[in-house]
């Protein structure tokens, strides 16, 4: 019999697509803060380099937690083959001396 913690997570799961969905076509579009939008001129070429800017300091900033854990795990991962095959390595060479 499922608990009541699953039914929740259940139905949430469900949900969260959906009032994301709600929340875009409502909101249509979604704007910067009020400084930042008032101090960006679009239709200005430098103000576009600044937006352009903005907009790639974001991506950095949100692609900079995938990437640590990415290369922390791919360490985590190469030393342990390493030690692995080591430790392989070494049992063949006890081998032979036997």
């Not at 854990?69 to 360490?75: C, D, E, I, R, T």
């Amino acid at each position: 019999m499922p608990s009541e913690d699953s039914s929740v997570i259940r139905r949430l799961s469900t949900l969260a697509p959906l009032i994301v969905v709600l929340a875009v076509l409502v909101c249509g579009e979604v704007l910067a803060c009020p400084t930042c939008k008032d101090a960006v001129n679009t239709s200005d070429p430098d103000g576009l380099n600044v937006a352009r800017g903005y907009f790639y300091s974001i991506l950095l900033m949100l692609a900079m937690p995938f990437t640590l854990v990415a290369s922390f795990g791919a360490y985590v991962w190469r030393e342990t083959r390493r030690q692995k095959a080591g430790s392989a390595h070494a049992d063949d060479q006890s081998r032979i001396e036997a």
